[in-house]
């Protein structure tokens, strides 16, 4: 235990913290504060959650994270290196984004509401490219030692920048005095505006640190990362394009959806998911012709994207079916319960300064708590088991929402509901980020981890799109009831992994203390 604590003073994991902090930040000014905004402005709560699609950045990073792994930037790259150039550019155009939204009325009509799209749009994209970096970085890092326990600290840092970005933003939104019977623009402009400059901690923190060691070096031209990063841009506009001009037919879809199962949510989800998937699969479709042109570079296209996909059914060919359910499932009760979280605080009457205040104090103390509790847990007990016991208070600690929404208001069980989740998502954080870190091969670092964590959240993220509809048709005690059931399948999956060893993890040690 001593030789573990002198471990933890290497500089690495102070670094990695504060990167941490950094990834942080964008979280929850794209879900919960904007939710809270968007909701003083008066915009119906199945049209804010819809915002929380702008995330889908994350689920999709793995298409750009080999631009990002390879691709160098002029000048900076060479005086940089490869991972820092990329982090310095990245963490620009997320302050940049957080700017934009701040200063972005949302109360002033359509197009405003537009403006903001745009700049949540790009925070996504930006935020989820800083999370290629930093997760490269993070495991470039470590050894399979540490690897857990820099998850850990990881994790406690990015929780720390959540609640910054959450409760931080709210305390000085409210500080400056607006409400939901007083909305004042200047509140949450000014809140905004210091979030961006919270994110200077990882600029900082990135002209602090030392290039990592890459067994590989750029093996292509650059014109032939450009050719791939332009079929990335056509299928993004394709996609847009798509969805923006297929609205008045799925809006006749949802119409006669609604008639016909007599449920206007039930409508609403299958027109939106069916715009949705059929502007994916025009890009998709659109994308993969542009590929086969003779200005795409089709060795590069196989071993930059298809050998590291090939690399992980070699591995885990044999239990397929658990390595991709469980990535899939494992974050799902989380994700769609906290889209609705803080609407749900507002709904049941508390002011933002009292959610802002428990979040900070109760709910920050346990995250940091949760995610070093998780690392040394796993150190002594295994992953496996820590992914089990992490699995089952995530989703369970959704029933304590269930409860409230029945009992109503109470401060005091307020303090206990959101110590008890963040306690309960620190812990099963880091053990995730830790699980998904140890089946990456680190000849692929970047490009697998950013296919593990992008499938991690790709179905919960779209699902989470639907909860507001969802909370207006079925009430808040049924729909966190719902989150937490929908937690079990992944639970199941996690006992038989274990049971067969499916990941073929090494068994827990005991240690001296």
Not at 182 to 208: D, E, F, H, K, R
Request: neutral net charge.
């Amino acid at each position: 235990m001593a030789e573990t604590f002198k471990h933890l003073l290497h500089p690495k994991f102070l670094h990695m913290t504060l990167f941490g902090f950094s990834a942080g930040i964008p979280y929850f000014l794209i879900f919960s504060s904007l939710s809270l905004w968007l909701d003083q402005v008066g915009i119906e709560k199945s049209a804010i959650t819809y915002f929380s699609w702008a995330a889908l950045g994350y689920s999709f990073k793995f298409l750009w994270s080999p631009l990002v792994d390879r691709l160098p930037i002029p000048l900076l790259t060479a005086k940089m290196g490869q991972r820092r150039s990329w982090l310095i550019l990245i963490q620009i155009l997320v302050i940049t984004a957080i700017c934009w939204m701040g200063m972005t009325d949302p109360s002033q009509g359509h197009n405003a509401l537009t403006r903001m799209a745009l700049a949540v749009t790009l925070l996504g994209f930006s935020a989820a490219t800083q999370d290629i970096l930093v997760d490269a970085w993070r495991i470039e890092a470590s050894n399979e030692k540490d690897i857990t326990m820099l998850s850990s600290v990881y994790i406690v840092g990015y929780r720390i920048g959540m609640v910054t970005s959450g409760a931080g933003a709210l305390f000085i939104a409210d500080y400056l005095g607006t409400s939901m019977d007083n909305y004042q623009y200047s509140a949450w402009q000014t809140s905004y505006l210091i979030m961006a400059c919270c994110m200077l901690v990882g600029l900082v923190t990135t002209l602090i640190i030392k290039e990592p060691k890459k067994p590989d070096t750029l093996a292509y031209q650059t014109s032939d990362y450009l050719a791939v990063l332009m079929i990335f841009i056509i299928a993004v506009a394709t996609l847009i394009f798509c969805y923006q001009n297929t609205v008045d037919f799925f809006q006749s879809v949802q119409v006669n959806a609604s008639e016909l199962f007599m449920n206007q949510a039930l409508g609403s989800v299958l027109a939106t998911g069916g715009q949705l998937l059929l502007a994916i699969t025009t890009a998709a479709f659109i994308a993969a012709m542009v590929a086969k042109t003779p200005m795409v570079n089709q060795h590069m296209i196989k071993e930059v994207y298809w050998t590291p996909i090939a690399d992980l059914f070699k591995r885990h060919r044999k239990h397929m079916w658990l390595f991709i359910g469980i990535i899939c499932t494992y974050k799902i009760s989380d994700i769609v319960m906290g889209v609705t979280a803080n609407l749900f605080y507002q709904e049941m009457g508390f002011t933002l300064g009292e959610i802002a205040g428990i979040a900070k104090s109760f709910g920050l103390a346990m995250t940091i708590s949760g995610g070093l509790l998780g690392g040394f847990l796993v150190l002594r007990y295994g992953i496996m088991n820590m992914m089990i016991l992490g699995a089952i208070v995530s989703a369970g600690s959704n029933l304590l929402f269930m409860v409230m929404a029945y009992t109503g208001k109470s401060l005091l069980f307020l303090t206990f509901m959101i110590s008890a989740d963040n306690l309960a998502q620190g812990l099963a954080g880091a053990v995730f980020v830790g699980f998904l870190s140890l089946l990456v091969n680190r000849q692929f670092t970047a490009v697998q981890y950013a296919m593990f964590s992008s499938v991690m959240t790709l179905f919960p993220k779209i699902l989470g799109g639907y909860s507001g509809g969802m909370v207006e048709q079925m009430g808040f005690a049924n729909f966190y009831l719902m989150t937490a059931v929908i937690g079990i399948p992944v639970l199941l999956m996690l006992i038989y992994a274990r049971k067969v060893n499916a990941f073929n993890f090494n068994q827990p040690t005991k240690t001296e203390n």
